[in-house]
């Protein structure tokens, strides 16, 4: 079955520390890819995307992501964590051009500690 | 201009009872979608509406779910004889189009709880 993976449920990091958040994907072409964030109380917020060309993309809040082919992944990284980070993350997968349902990974919870 | 707004943001209900959820999407933007969330889980998607098309209701659980777009804007999902499963955030998204290029611009969502 088709899906997306987010291995990470809570990821504790250190203000000012590296971030690394895993998505992974199973479908057979290349997908549209996205991560979200969801801070409290708010809805998602895109923070980048990726359709081709390039893969490596730089989004919003100083986040980037790769995405590496041959290991159907999708990671979203950040040098250096700020408190306001802390939030819930989301993989989606479009899996083909034109296909407006995403299907959404189950999240990772972002806690930064000072 | 102002983003995606539902309404409301908490609502209680006992088993059994009709609710009804509200999207307001943004204004000038063709798509609007539905998504469930469940504790613990990612994004579920309900319902997609594009202009005047037929909707996708594929994603819908069962029966008890419907929905509606009212002049190409404002949302409604209606959930009849809520059960105790049917509790999680309900979120509503509007986009320029229906091709994933555009992004899905989300609401605050609902947050169901059924007693």
């Known amino acids: 079955a088709q899906s997306v993976t987010q291995p990470d449920i809570h990821i504790t990091v250190s203000e000012g520390a590296s971030l690394e958040l895993r998505c992974n994907y199973s479908y057979g072409a290349t997908p549209y890819l996205f991560w979200y964030v969801q801070s409290p109380g708010q809805g998602l917020q895109l923070l980048l995307k990726y359709f081709s060309g390039d893969t490596l993309v730089q989004g919003i809040k100083g986040f980037e992501a790769e995405f590496k082919r041959s290991q159907s992944s999708f990671n979203l990284r950040k040098p250096s964590v700020h408190w306001s980070d802390a939030a819930e993350y989301f993989c989606a997968v479009s899996p083909r051009r034109n296909d407006y349902k995403l299907s959404f990974g189950a999240g990772t919870t972002v806690t930064v500690r000072a | 201009g102002a983003g995606v707004s539902q309404s409301p943001s908490n609502k209680v209900t006992e088993k059994g009872k009709d609710v009804e959820l509200r999207c307001d999407p943004i204004?000038?933007?063709?798509?609007l979608y539905w998504y469930r969330q469940s504790l613990g889980q990612g994004l579920e998607f309900l319902i997609y509406?594009?202009?005047?098309?037929?909707?996708?209701k594929s994603g819908l659980p069962s029966d008890r779910f419907s929905a509606e777009r009212t002049g190409g804007s404002v949302s409604t999902l209606t959930i009849q004889r809520t059960q105790q499963e049917d509790s999680a955030v309900y979120l509503c998204?509007?986009?320029?189009?229906?091709?994933?290029?555009?992004?899905?611009?989300f609401g605050p969502g609902t947050r169901l709880t059924v007693l």
């Open positions: 204004s000038g933007h063709t798509a």
């Open positions: 509406f594009q202009g005047n098309s037929a909707p996708d």
């Open positions: 998204a509007s986009s320029q189009g229906g091709d994933p290029a555009n992004e899905q611009f």
